[in-house]
């Protein structure tokens, strides 16, 4: 087991101890950047003057991308291509494995993931040239497949909405996941690409118990309101999915089939899982929310996503790393199983139209 004890005492947050709780996030401290050659850290808090301020605000880096969108070379993530506007996220779920990318921009993915949101404002401009490229083979790409693409920095700087607009105009296809209400706000442009079948949506419903949403996503919406996004988009002809992930086993896999139920009866006819994987860094700010949220059962729920992953909180096998293996994982696979056909979902695969794709004003440059 991780010595967490001592790695929180490395890498506290400054002016913090090790009884500071920052409500209302998830990860409590920085962890050190791996591609970081020199890591400032405060030792001695009393020995010094306050010269680094723990700043709960978020800072939004603008910049300008060279790419966007991502051929997905893993087979078990179910998306060809990803785009995703923002890197970061305020949501602060602790599990997510998305934290550690934020350490290939020189931050950490602790506080900083969470704090430090870089956003791709010329995002549209780059899916355009995309899309224009005359060797683009029309496939469905992803919003998004790294951090959520409807997170609070949308409603500042709508970057999804306007990758919306540019995808309607080429009739791209395109899958959403998320877990913020805000994809509400865009329903007017989600209808429109509906009715020729070019969207789907996935909503991200971790667990119906609001004390443990409170602590575990601190900052995104009610399980409640994303049912009721299920319930508003699916009542307007958008084919919607939920995704019960991840599965957290002694915290949150009891609640799988009522997450189902709840999902079916707000008007979703599809559904994914996954098992919870401790990757880099997250490890050690998952392992410090948990002993610090669940004392009373921390090291049980720890041992059993131990024994999920082959004695590991990781695993990097594809084909595995997503479910898991062995006891633990075949037991919410299998409830997986039971609960979908029970209820219906899963049926049919919905594939988006391909066949719509056009590149505007081609015509014209013939002449």
């Known amino acids: 087991m991780v010595n967490e004890k001592k790695q929180r005492g490395t890498f506290l947050p400054s002016g913090g101890n090790e009884d500071t709780y920052y409500k209302g996030r998830g990860a409590q401290f920085n962890t050190s950047n791996k591609f970081l050659g020199q890591t400032y850290v405060q030792e001695h808090a009393e020995g010094i003057d306050d010269w680094w301020e723990e700043d709960e605000t978020t800072t939004y880096l603008e ?30 779920c602790i599990y997510c494995y998305a ?103 996935y909503v991200s419903i971790t667990t119906l118990n609001e004390a443990l949403r409170r602590a575990m996503e601190p900052r995104t919406t009610t399980a409640l309101q994303r049912l009721k996004v299920v319930e508003t988009l699916s009542k307007n002809g958008i084919p919607m999915g ?58 049980k729920v720890w041992h059993q996503i131990e024994a999920a992953h082959g004695g590991k909180v990781n695993d990097s096998e594809f084909g595995r790393r997503m479910r898991g293996k062995g006891q633990e994982a075949d037991l919410i696979g299998e409830q997986f199983r039971i609960h979908t056909h029970r209820l219906g979902l899963n049926e049919e695969k919905v594939r988006l139209n391909t066949a719509l794709f056009r590149r505007p004003g081609q015509q014209m440059q013939l002449f």
Not at 63 to 81: F, H, I, Q, T
Request: glycine share 6%.
């Open 63 to 92: 910049e300008n991308a060279k790419s966007l969108v991502n051929k997905v070379d893993s087979p078990d993530v179910g998306m060809w291509y990803s785009m995703n506007p923002y890197q970061g996220c305020e949501h602060g």
């Open 99 to 201: 934290r550690n990318a934020h350490e290939y921009w020189g931050y950490s993915a602790g506080s900083d993931f969470e704090h430090k949101i870089l956003v791709k404002k010329n995002a549209p401009q780059l899916l355009r040239k995309f899309l224009s490229k005359k060797d683009w083979e029309c496939k469905t790409i992803s919003l998004s497949g790294n951090t959520d693409c409807y997170q609070p920095a949308e409603r500042k700087f709508g970057i999804t909405r306007s990758l919306l607009e540019v995808a309607w105009e080429f009739r791209q296809p395109i899958g959403i996941i998320t877990k913020n209400a805000g994809v509400l706000r865009d329903l007017d442009l989600l209808k429109e690409m509906a009715a020729h079948n070019l969207v789907m949506v």
């Open 242 to 299: 939920v995704m019960t992930a991840p599965m957290v086993p002694g915290l949150n896999d009891h609640e799988m089939p009522q997450l189902l139920k709840a999902a079916k009866e707000a008007g979703a006819s599809m559904a994914g899982y996954t098992v919870v994987r401790l990757n880099g860094a997250v490890k050690l700010l998952f392992h410090d929310w948990l002993y610090k949220n669940f004392p009373d059962r921390a090291d």
